[in-house]
């Protein structure tokens, strides 16, 4: 779920590199010595979206950020849980097929929106009325008018012409026969966010969006035959390769549906907000464990990498209403409101210290966005401790590597928490990270810190 964000190093600043590791190494040693590490690689399959891509009702929106509701059991959390990073809602689907009470938060609502759909049970007559247009909705295809096209300026870049054409229609008539019935509309309305990528001209890598029409090669990137690439991706049929597949997953979904049959379905709520604003959005709810993966200290922009999900499925309309939704993330990209005061951490202002100057990652600003995320993290913490009546906090979290330090995130959570009223720490760690291949000679003899792990809280 994590890569190291970069930076570069010229010949001067690779001899300076030697005493800086010095420093470093004592450093992330000072940070770590307070806490005790205990390794739990069978946690590591849990802590990425992997496991979520097969499984019945989480699968319905590809959310590669996600974790797996199996942290339920293996941290043996409670019956009130809290998740305040809840994406589209592992931990609250695993609630309410484990019969436990679960909240989540999330700023994203694209995310809150999917989360929401795959809690809410639908009746038998909803779902008989989806299947029945199912059956008939092929031929209705190409009569019908299309939705109008969102006012992305990309929008015609990352789909192909027939393809954006037939989505529209699709939706069209999916607005129209559900318009008085919210949850089927809803239901519909998931599913064809969910095949968009799928039907599309782009796919999400990295910090945003790439192109199909462009291909990878060792030395960057080479455009694709124009013509050919269509035909290798969709085939000779681009209007049936669109309604193939939200057909396909229209029934994946409705197969899925029968494990709404058990469970307890009430008992969980999705909440659109950030988590800054959490004492405001619980009203007054408390929890008896807290488990969360929050956005990495990465610079990955959520918001970038979705953008057409965002837009197509209506929950922007404007660059600006984007923005702000950037503006309201947690500080961990370079987009957020890193203009936003904060309390300086010690180790941290140490740590950035270190940083080489002619990196690109320093010029670009992650030192604000370094400080503004620990300082977001801290006022997460106190919220959680606040809300949280007995049990654990438990924080899923990867280290990142920049200009030629390393951020023990895992480690700089777990004083803060300690700051903040917790009275234990411990962190399990999950997996070993890698540093990206610039890094690695600066940061050689100290990959051992670069770790995916659970920070826990008591
Ligand atoms: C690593 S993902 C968590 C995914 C989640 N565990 C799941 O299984 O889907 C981090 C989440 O934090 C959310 N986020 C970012 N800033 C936030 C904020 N200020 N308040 C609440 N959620 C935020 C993102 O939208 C994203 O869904």
Known sequence: MIDAALGS??????????????????ILQRINDPFAFRARPDLAPFVNWKENATAPIHRWLRYREAYSPH???????GDRILDPFCGCGSILIGAAQEGLASTGIDVNPLAIFAARVKLTPLSKPQLLAIQSFVVEMEPRVAGAAPWPVPALGIASKVFEPDILTTLLQIRALYEHDFASDPGARDFMHLAWVAILETVGSYFKEGNGIKYRNRKRVKSGYILRPEGRWQDERFGPDQRRFTIDAFLAHVKMMLHDARFWKSGCWKDQAAIKGSVLD???????????????????ANRFDYFESMKVELWFGGFVDSYHATNQLRKTSLRSHLAADLARPYAA?????????????????????????????????????????????SGRCHIVVGNSAFAGIIIPTDALLAKIGLECGFSRAEILVTRHLTVAPQQRNQLSSLEDHMRESVVVLS
């Open 345 to 389: 951490i010690e180790p941290l202002e140490k740590l950035i210290d270190l940083m080489d100057r002619d990196a690109s990652s320093w010029r670009m600003g992650v030192p604000s966005l370094l400080r503004g995320y620990f300082d977001d993290m801290r006022t997460t913490l106190k919220h959680c401790r606040n809300v949280l009546t």
């Open 278 to 296: 959490m004492d405001r959005l619980l009203l007054g709810r408390t929890f008896d464990s807290i488990v969360f993966s929050p956005p990495y």
């Open 71 to 77: 942290l339920i059991r293996a941290l043996a959390l």
């Open 9 to 26: 190093e010229d010949a001067a600043t690779k001899e300076r590199g030697v005493p800086r590791a010095r420093a470093l190494s004592s």
